[in-house]
């Protein structure tokens, strides 16, 4: 399978600040991938420098086998809008649905309308007055109509009643399935999202942790829960994430898939154990001092 | 509705075969797409199919192609044998733990069996 998106040891610094850090995945074409991770992790910088917005310090980029950096023929076949995307002061809805096309070749007026319309989204309001889920509905359009091979959607659901986040979803798969593009999705809402996704890539400060099958990454980490002292013995043989306790029970997220030794030995000691889900993996992730999945763990 | 029980892809598969056995799908009719199960679960299409191609492998649905999916002959029997295997596993041995921790003995629990069936019927 051919990759959309090859990113290869990218660094972006600002001044001081090391907002990338060494970052290396890769998007097969065709993949609806979630990119998670805390605020301040990097999300927003990789989807900047896979849309050709911005250029690495050092490290690669490609999107469709080419460089999208000032590529005009790539870049007209990559969607992004960014979740604080500002709209020219006297811009309505028409507007934005009038010049889009002249940047995203295979526009759909057809989808765009039916969102639009789904979404409720003012046509006689100014964009600089609409509200955050509004926003984040105009940018649904943007990304969804736009029909680009490379669509890099930055926190689509910020401000989205349940409503509108259910039409988002049924809209990107029957559109996805009748035309099949490339998806990279950062989001925080893990648990509503993950169904979403065949591949997740977790980033925290600036590094890859995780970059797994979805299904795969099911067996990247565990969670034990007993009391203080089984949970001690239980995590002793193993590298732990994150813990918390209160009062003489304690609760940690491990590394590594669950396997019949360590069933046995928390039946035995009283403790529970359970399978991690994406959203305790990317919890785990974001806490201090945590180290990132080596490429044994990779898929 | 797909968290904490095993990965999308076996959920979607578990749910498709409870219809099958449930009579939803009759044997030789066809089943909804990959890509219909998608959409109306809300789910990536690629996790869809690998859920559908599950029962296809297990000889539950089998393709026709350029015509669809079809619950093939003797599914509902294959899932329900199945199942019945699984059935110790799922529901026994919860059972049967949560017997123990509240002091149950299994002379009591045959009564309360029995007097639950009466209830019922």
Redesign the interface.
């Known amino acids: 399978m051919t990759n959309a998106i090859e990113i290869q040891s990218a660094t972006r610094t600002f001044g001081r600040t090391t907002a990338l850090d060494g970052v290396s995945f890769a998007v097969p074409e065709g993949s609806i991938c979630g990119l998670l991770g805390r605020n301040g992790a990097g999300k927003t910088t990789i989807m900047s420098i896979i849309a050709g917005q911005d250029r690495p310090t050092s490290g690669r980029v490609e999107v469709l086998g080419h460089r999208p950096f000032e590529n005009e023929s790539v870049l007209s076949r990559i969607s992004f809008v960014r979740d604080n995307q500002r709209y020219p002061d006297n811009y309505r809805l028409g507007h934005v649905l009038r010049i889009a096309p002249e940047f995203a070749p295979n526009w759909n007026a057809d989808v765009a309308a039916e969102l639009v319309e789904g979404f409720r989204i003012p046509t006689r309001t100014d964009i600089k007055k609409f509200s955050r889920g509004q926003l984040s509905s105009v940018a649904i359009v943007l990304g969804l109509a736009s029909r680009a091979a490379v669509t890099l959607l930055d926190e689509p659901y910020l401000g989205l009643d349940v409503t509108a986040r259910a039409l988002f979803h049924d809209m990107l798969l029957r559109d996805y399935t009748a035309h099949p593009r490339t998806v990279l999705l950062s989001t925080h809402l893990i648990e509503e999202s993950e169904k979403l996704f065949d591949r997740v890539v977790v980033v925290d400060r600036g590094r890859v942790r995780v970059d797994s099958d979805v299904d795969e990454a099911r067996d990247l980490a565990f969670t034990l829960s007993g009391t203080t002292a089984a949970v001690d013995e239980l995590a002793r043989r193993h590298t732990v994430l994150r813990s918390h306790t209160v009062s003489g029970l304690k609760s940690v997220t491990v590394l590594g898939a669950a396997d019949d030794a360590v069933r046995a030995d928390a039946d035995g000691l009283g403790a529970r154990l359970a399978p991690a889900s994406l959203q305790d993996l990317v919890a785990a992730f974001g806490e201090e001092g945590s180290e990132p999945i080596e490429e044994g763990a990779r898929a | ?4 029980k095993g ?3 076996q959920q979607l598969a578990a749910k498709i075969a409870d219809e099958i056995v449930a009579g939803t799908y009759p044997e030789g009719t066809a089943v909804p797409s990959a ?1 219909d199960f ?2 109306f ?7 869809a199919s ?1 859920g559908v191609n599950l029962l296809v492998e297990m000889g539950a649905l089998y393709k026709k192609r350029g015509i669809g999916m079809f619950v093939a002959a003797g599914a509902r029997d294959l899932l329900r044998s199945q199942r019945r295997e699984e059935f110790r596993k799922q529901y026994m041995e919860p059972l049967l733990r949560e017997a123990r921790v509240l002091e149950i003995d299994v002379a009591e629990l045959h009564h309360m069996i029995d007097e639950h069936e009466e209830d019922e019927t």
């Open positions: 509705m797909f968290v904490d990965p999308a892809f890509t998608a959409v679960h809300q789910m990536n299409p690629a996790t690998k």
